[in-house]
């Protein structure tokens, strides 16, 4: 099975203000498309050639799991974002995240240091836990929750490609502008 | 006493074209002046904290996090700005080419290998050619980890190290990590890093 590169759904300069056209077109044209290349030239006469993203995810190990994640991981951040994001959520999402982390503001505050203390490359992530309570966790890498058993909601990649263009070592300036662009609407459905 | 950010031995823009002004302000100030404050932090009231850098590393895995990253990104940059020179490039001599050639086969044996070590390290992290105290190493280390550290698989004297977190690079060649890795063999400055070898090998 060949993966593709899913196509954004929002021109690349639909985000400016928190992440720039330029910015984009390297991030998804090149390292998103690159992680893809990569897993099909890697996948030919493995247990994997015909394996979804997910049965890597869990399974693979190595270069297989690092470029079959980051193609998992990157096309889940992409489709967070809307020019038109609804800014924060409601319902059943906002009660499990006001059960879990007190308010919706401690919230943004926690996931927030999870994003900037994470040393060096990797994910910030808003997830369901095997016991069903939501939970802030760091991957390092290409690290993706489904192999911990855990349902992912929300991400930020905070590998220095994200952010270097726009906000060169300013990795809080860019979390901060990421709250902005993110549609709870998307959020609220994955949590459904 | 406090550890400090050693001065630079040349302007930001020495090194271009292969590594821009720019990214030289912003790695050496910001990047690698956040490590040193940080580590400052991270033992300030410590036993540790009258240490040279090296002791440090040696028992960094009984040290906080705070201490094996910072502590690293310190000593990590240092090396780094030290081995590069605008008067760099070319191929080593003396006691340090013999040894490459007898442990690699040839230099370009020996630059191959390095650079792959660079190119496939997946994340951030460093390559390091390395005097292990009976042969030199070449591999490469996570984040900032280094053969210092009582943490690295490999362990000895890193006489030759090539940053390739996003950072180093991302300004002037963004995802093009193999034509930074490429670059890097125009600036490396052999003097020093045969001063290293000799000094690591007693010689
Ligand atoms: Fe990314
Ligand atoms: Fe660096």
Redesign the interface.
């Known amino acids: 099975m060949k993966h593709q590169l899913p196509n954004l759904q929002y021109p690349h300069n639909a985000l400016v203000g928190a992440i720039s056209e330029r910015t984009l077109e390297?991030h998804h044209g090149?390292?998103h498309q690159?992680y893809v290349n990569n897993l099909n030239s890697l996948i030919p006469g493995t247990k994997f050639e015909d394996a979804s993203l997910e049965q890597i995810i869990l399974n693979a190990d190595g270069?297989i799991f690092?470029n079959g994640a980051q193609v998992w991981n990157h096309t889940f951040y992409f489709d967070t974002f809307s020019p038109n994001p609804k800014p924060s959520p409601e319902g059943d999402l906002l009660n499990a995240i006001e059960v879990s982390f007190g308010s919706f503001d401690e919230f943004m505050g926690k996931f927030t240091n999870a994003a900037v203390t994470l040393?060096?490359?990797?994910w910030a992530w808003l997830v369901v836990d095997a016991d069903g309570k939501l939970a802030i966790t760091q991957e390092?890498?290409?690290g993706n929750p489904l192999r911990k058993g855990q349902k992912p909601l929300l991400t930020c990649d905070v590998?220095?490609?994200a952010y270097?263009?726009d906000y060169?070592?300013r990795r809080a300036d860019y979390v901060q502008a990421f709250w902005k662009i993110v549609d709870w609407r998307i959020v609220e459905n994955r949590f459904k | 006493m406090a550890f400090q950010l050693p001065k630079l031995r040349y302007e930001y823009n020495a090194l271009e074209p292969y590594i821009d002004a720019m990214t030289m302000d912003?790695h050496y100030n910001?990047?690698h002046g956040?490590y040193t404050n940080n580590l400052n932090n991270a033992i300030a009231g410590t036993q540790v904290e009258a240490l040279p850098i090296e002791e440090i590393l040696r028992e960094v895995s009984k040290l906080s996090?705070a201490v094996r990253?910072n502590g690293g990104g310190y000593f990590n940059h240092n090396l780094f700005w030290e081995i590069m020179s605008p008067n760099g490039g070319g191929t080593p001599g003396g006691e340090l080419l013999k040894n490459i050639e007898k442990h690699f086969g040839s230099f370009n044996e020996f630059r191959d290998k390095f650079s792959n070590a660079a190119a496939t390290r997946?994340?951030?992290?460093w390559a390091w050619l390395v005097w292990t105290g009976k042969d030199l190493q070449v591999f490469s280390t996570?984040?900032?980890d280094n053969p210092l550290m009582d943490v690295s698989d490999i362990k000895g004297t890193p006489i030759l190290g090539l940053d390739v977190?996003?950072?180093a690079y991302?300004?002037k060649y963004?995802?093009r990590r193999p034509e930074y890795i490429q670059n890097f063999w125009n600036v490396i400055d052999w003097k020093t890093v045969e001063e290293k070898f000799l000094v690591a090998t007693g010689k």
Not at chain 1, 119 to 122: E, I
């Open positions: 390297f090149k390292h690159t270069p690092n040393f060096g490359s990797g390092s890498n290409a590998w220095e490609h270097y263009l060169q070592n | 912003i910001k990047h956040a996090p990253n997946f994340g951030s992290g996570p984040n900032q977190w996003e950072h991302y300004l963004q995802n």
